[in-house]
């Protein structure tokens, strides 16, 4: 009998062998794409029974912390900032994930990024929970606060930079929602949260910022036009140009007006100063015309069109479009027909050009810290590239201040500072009301922060918006925040 | 059959045996004191009673395995102690993740002391295991007797679905436990006076001797036995664990491949119709086949349980997460049916792979035994009783691991259950028993002339 006992132990490894199988599958080999099934709560309650590290602003107040409460998820995640800094923060939801920096810095909040390694050694030896680092952003609490005031009830985005470092100082977008209903540990309020958010028409959870959609920017990227036509076509502030009230497209039977009706000058003429001070349409519409959109385009890739940035969070590609024949290219350098932006990209070509025409990388975050509170991670200013030459940049920031002074941005004034920017009313159809745009740069001589500010269908002024009486003073007053700091 | 046997290792290995106890409770207190560490912060308030309990056990069964069955396996105690510690630290683990917290970690002592001791008087009580041959036809009655209980009105109780238990008033009790091992020595016993008609006589089709249609009564009563067992009791592990142990020992007894061929295609068919039939078995294929379908694992006797161990296990990982630091109490019936999981789950596939490595170790000890012993009946009770191990752990293993269908059978020395338990360690005591002839030095005095080794060829001609 010992031959088929031999044989039957065999089988019994056989079996035993299966077991090793299919176990190393579940384990091992398999393991993600098993515990990515249907209601797996285990990496939901790792991730809420442990210490999660703060987001503080840049004078180190926590605008999201999480605080030990006990029961199955261990720590809530709490919102000081509340929809202040809601689409900075993100949310860190049991049933919905995690946004903005809550997620693109999860591995540091949580504690499992690499640049933690030696902090979490000492964890493991000591037998400690793991704990998160924090992440200290760039936002400055007086200015977020100033821009979040200002723009009041508006929808629109308010984005502030530091030019010559490319720290975002402000970064609002309204409505907002309360991060702390997506955070709550009771999972149907949670769920109530969430379909009022996603059923309300304004659509709260969209960081219209940097990524939530884009604008047609209307009159503000004539700065765009302006670089490109000094750059490029070799003309001064003071060269003529056509200035009638409507300009003929060629190849079409339609026309471009200005928007107040009239010349730009006497004689159909005017000054490329003149013509951004005023926001003259037609003369604007012939640069495009002798530029060519190819060249249109070059100048904006230069200011950071056509890239998606992480600031850490993602951004949305602001874009001029390819191809575009003369009366397409006449529309273009007036911000009209595909050209779209977000709030950040126009803040940035401000920044650009408050900043000697060099783009710094936009930056949200500050630093990194370990649990320890020791520093991982500085984030170090960064040179995109040279958007215009120094000189092409004085030569906007002279005109550009001319916009405030006596043109169409006058709200913007701020007593015994030259500011510099540029008014914006993006057409968006007959249906509804032009959504109002500012951009500007304060003081123009030695700039510290750049703003662009867009107000959706005209905010509270409805039809009879512009950009120089609705978002200007919204920009005014987060310049004036940063100017008393 | 030739009957070269080689020479086994000289000497008791005792002290062997004595280091190895040492060390299963070693490892198994500082499990204990992890677990304690890492849920409270400090060491657990009966660590020494605990350890020191257990480690009392072992020494016992050590010290009457020394004076009763010297030659006895040297490995088998250790690893039984050790899988069991193990389990013991598991269901005390997930006690403490209760609320309110148990105590079945105290209980399941208890059951480990009553198991050991039970082992050791089997050890005292049964000098020679042939003597159990002599009562093959009381371990059949006994066996069914075991395996009918839970239908009798009045002490049958059906929990989840399966009536596998019965109530003794005080306690309940899985009897199938038992009758496991008296179905096994009725088995033994029973093929070592039929092997010959079984595997000599027969018309011979293909390469196939087939038996002759009457002596296939036996593998057809072991058949309706087991399809009796899964449609009234509804237990489908047990009625696998017994069909399969029989057409394995069937197999030994007769070396005929035909019989194997006969018991899967019996087998086969029998599962084919009970899946037709039978509602349970159904649904345990559906949670088999899928059980991440959504609707599935909401659905009531669904695969919520099977997709939380898989869960569990895959959060493990290689290393696991670390005794006390994983969520295995999610799964209803962790402590039991699913210790596996939560075993998976916080010693990771290393911790699993050794516990299986255990098992493997215990059972390959078994059949080892049964290769050594020279008695026919000897062989065939240590295979049985070995392959009831092996299949009893595959058969459990390979249901929470989707390698099978779930059925519901409990991990020997690992999860909670008295019944289980018991079982358990009165197989380990057999098997040592067992262990103690076949490793025995080869003295003359050893086979007693009114007990011949089994190894003629005659016996079937041999007046009963």
């Given at each position: ?54 987001i ?7 605008v999201a ?20 800094y809601a689409h900075a923060t993100g949310f860190f ?5 995690r946004t903005a920096i809550e997620s693109v810095q999860n591995?540091v909040l ?25 992440v200290?952003l760039t936002l ?17 985005a308010?984005v502030?930079i530091?030019?010559?470092?490319g720290r975002i100082?402000a970064l609002v977008s ?5 991060p ?25 959870l969209e960081n219209r910022a940097v990524a939530g959609r ?93 890239t998606e940035l992480t600031i850490p969070l993602r951004t949305a590609e ?24 977000t709030p950040l990209q126009?803040a940035m ?12 990388r936009p930056q949200l975050v500050r ?12 984030v ?106 | ?464």
């Amino acid at each position: 009998m010992n031959a088929p006992l031999r044989r039957l132990a065999v089988v019994v490894a056989l079996l035993f062998a299966s077991l090793l199988l299919s176990t190393s599958w579940i384990q091992y080999v398999g393991a993600s794409s098993v515990a990515a099934g249907q209601g797996n709560v285990r990496q939901v309650y790792r991730e809420f029974g442990r210490e999660r590290g703060p987001i503080v602003t840049s004078d180190g107040q926590p605008v999201a912390l999480s605080t030990e409460v006990g029961g199955d998820y261990q720590y809530l995640r709490q919102y000081p900032g509340g929809q202040v800094y809601a689409h900075a923060t993100g949310f860190f939801s049991i049933v919905y994930g995690r946004t903005a920096i809550e997620s693109v810095q999860n591995d540091v909040l949580a504690g499992t990024a690499d640049s933690l390694f030696y902090s979490r050694i000492g964890q493991v030896l000591t037998g400690q929970d793991p704990a998160g680092g924090s992440v200290e952003l760039t936002l400055d609490p007086v200015v977020q606060q100033a821009a979040w005031d200002a723009l009041g009830e508006q929808r629109g985005a308010v984005v502030a930079i530091e030019p010559s470092t490319g720290r975002i100082l402000a970064l609002v977008s309204r409505p907002s929602f309360d991060p702390g209903s997506l955070a709550s540990h009771d999972l149907g309020a949670v769920q109530e949260a969430w379909a009022a958010l996603n059923a309300d028409p304004d659509r709260p959870l969209e960081n219209r910022a940097v990524a939530g959609r884009t604008y047609p920017p209307g009159s503000v990227f004539k700065i765009v036009t302006a670089a490109a036509a000094i750059e490029e076509g070799g003309l001064t502030p003071e060269s003529q140009l056509p200035g009638p009230a409507e300009l003929a497209l060629p190849q079409t039977t339609a026309t471009l007006p200005n928007v107040f009706g009239g010349p730009c000058g006497p004689g159909d003429l005017t000054t490329l100063a003149d013509a951004l001070r005023i926001s003259c349409n037609t003369a604007f519409g012939q640069l495009g015309i002798d530029l060519g959109g190819d060249v249109l385009r070059e100048q904006a890739e230069d200011f950071g069109f056509g890239t998606e940035l992480t600031i850490p969070l993602r951004t949305a590609e602001s874009t001029v479009p390819e191809g575009m024949d003369p009366p397409q290219s006449a529309q273009a350098a007036i911000g009209q027909f595909d050209v779209r932006v977000t709030p950040l990209q126009v803040a940035m070509v401000s920044a650009a050009v408050a900043n000697d025409g060099v783009l710094m990388r936009p930056q949200l975050v500050r630093t990194v810290r370990g649990p320890d509170l020791q520093v991982v991670e500085d984030v170090q200013p960064e040179q995109l590239g040279r958007a215009v030459e120094q000189s092409t940049a004085e030569a906007l920031t002279s005109m550009m201040v001319g916009v405030v002074e006596d043109g169409s941005g006058t709200a913007a004034q701020i007593d015994g500072v030259t500011v510099a920017g540029k008014t914006g009313t993006a057409q968006t159809g007959n249906e509804t009301d032009p959504h109002a745009w500012f951009t500007s740069f304060a003081p123009a001589d030695d700039p510290r922060v750049a703003v662009a500010v867009v107000v959706e269908n005209g905010g509270s002024a409805g039809s009879e918006a512009s950009g120089g009486r609705v978002a200007a003073p919204v920009a005014r007053a987060v310049m004036q925040a940063v100017l008393d700091r | 059959m030739t009957t070269v046997v080689t020479a086994l290792a000289p000497g008791t290995r005792r002290g062997f045996e004595l280091l190895l106890v040492v060390l299963s409770v070693g490892i198994s207190t500082a499990a204990y004191a992890l677990v304690g560490l890492t849920l409270g912060g400090q060491l657990p308030a009966r660590l020494v009673a605990v350890s020191g309990g257990l480690l009392g056990l072992g020494l016992l069964l050590h010290v009457v395995v020394r004076v009763v069955a010297p030659y006895a396996d040297p490995v088998m105690i250790p690893i039984a102690l050790l899988i069991n510690g193990l389990g013991l630290v598991m269901i005390h683990r997930l006690d403490l993740a209760k609320d309110p917290v148990t105590s079945l970690a105290v209980r399941q002592l208890g059951f480990t002391a009553l198991g050991v001791v039970t082992a050791a008087v089997v050890l005292v009580v049964l000098r020679d295991h042939r003597r159990l041959r002599a009562r093959t036809y009381t371990a059949m009655v006994a066996g069914l007797v075991l395996l009918l209980l839970p239908l009798v009105p009045g002490i049958g109780r059906t929990v989840n679905g399966a009536t596998i238990w019965i109530d003794l008033g005080v306690t309940t009790f899985q009897p199938a436990e038992l009758g496991k091992i008296a179905v096994v020595v009725f088995f033994a016993g029973y093929l070592v006076v039929a092997r010959d008609t079984l595997s000599l006589v027969g018309p011979k089709v293909l390469w196939l001797r087939l038996p002759r249609a009457r002596d296939l009564g036996p593998i057809l009563v072991a058949w309706v036995a087991s399809v009796g067992i899964l449609v009234f009791e509804r237990d489908l592990g047990t009625s696998l664990l017994f069909f399969g142990i029989f057409v394995a020992m069937l197999y030994v007894a007769t070396e005929r491949v035909s019989w194997i061929v006969i018991g899967l295609g019996l087998f086969a068919g029998g599962c084919v119709v009970a899946w037709r039939l039978f509602s349970h078995v159904q649904r345990r294929v559906d949670v088999w086949l899928d059980p991440f379908d959504p609707e599935r694992i909401e659905a009531r006797g669904g695969s919520y349980q099977v997709v939380q161990a898989l869960y569990g296990m895959a959060d493990g990982g290689l290393l696991g997460t670390g005794l006390g630091r994983g969520s295995p109490e999610i799964v209803p019936f962790a402590e039991s049916d699913f210790i596996v999981a939560a075993l998976g789950e916080e010693l990771g596939l290393a911790g699993l792979f050794g516990i299986f490595l255990l098992y493997a170790i215990l059972v390959q000890r078994g059949i080892r035994t049964a290769i050594g012993v020279r008695d026919g009946f000897g062989k065939l009770l240590a295979c049985g009783l070995s392959f009831a191990v092996a299949m009893q752990v595959f058969v459990v293993a390979g249901g929470v691991t989707r390698v099978i269908p779930l059925t519901g059978l409990t991990m020997p020395f690992l999860a909670y259950g008295g019944s289980s338990l018991l079982g358990s360690w009165v197989v380990v005591a057999l098997l040592l028993r067992i262990s103690d002839l076949a490793r025995r030095p080869d003295l003359p005095e050893t086979r007693p002339p009114s007990l011949p080794a089994d190894d003629a060829r005659t016996q079937a001609l041999r007046p009963a």
